[in-house]
Nanobody, 127 residues
Framework: QVQLVESGGGSVQAGGSLRLSCAASGYTYSNYCMGWFRQAPGKEREGVAAIYTGGGGTYYADSVKGRFTISQDNAENTLYLQMNSLKPEDTAMYYC????????????????????WGQGTQVTVSS
């Protein structure tokens, strides 16, 4: 059973940085598309970034390109999201998600294609 546990959220001022972590367990951390999603109050959950555990490309939402970086430590089965130059509009609950197989440019951000989710970690950015 796949288990994902996020950590690292908090409150920061605009322009600040946070690093989110997602500890994965219960499965072999290979051949998975791992994604970060976020959901603000009253809004739909949206894809932020994704990475394939077997190596390869990364994918980002246009709103975070150049500010956020997704990475992973395969030895530790941990996914990261480094968030720099944070803006108030980045305020949301951030979720880690996993699904088997590659990440593709046409579907990395489709939340319904991910079948494992963490409980989320709150990020609040004040102006």
């Amino acid at each position: 059973q796949v288990q994902l546990v996020e950590s690292g959220g908090g409150s920061v001022q605009a322009g600040g940085s946070l690093r989110l972590s997602c500890a994965a367990s219960g499965y072999t951390y290979s051949n998975y598309c791992m994604g970060w999603f976020r959901q603000a109050p009253g809004k739909e959950r949206e894809g932020v970034a994704a990475i394939y555990t077997g190596g390869g490309g990364t994918y980002y939402a246009d709103s975070v390109k150049g500010r956020f970086t997704i990475s992973q430590d395969n030895a530790e089965n941990t996914l990261y999201l480094q968030m720099n130059s944070l803006k108030p509009e980045d305020t949301a609950m951030y979720y880690c998600a996993a699904r088997r197989g590659y990440c593709y440019i046409y579907n990395w951000d489709r939340r319904y294609e991910y079948n494992s989710w963490g409980q989320g970690t709150q990020v609040t950015v004040s102006s």
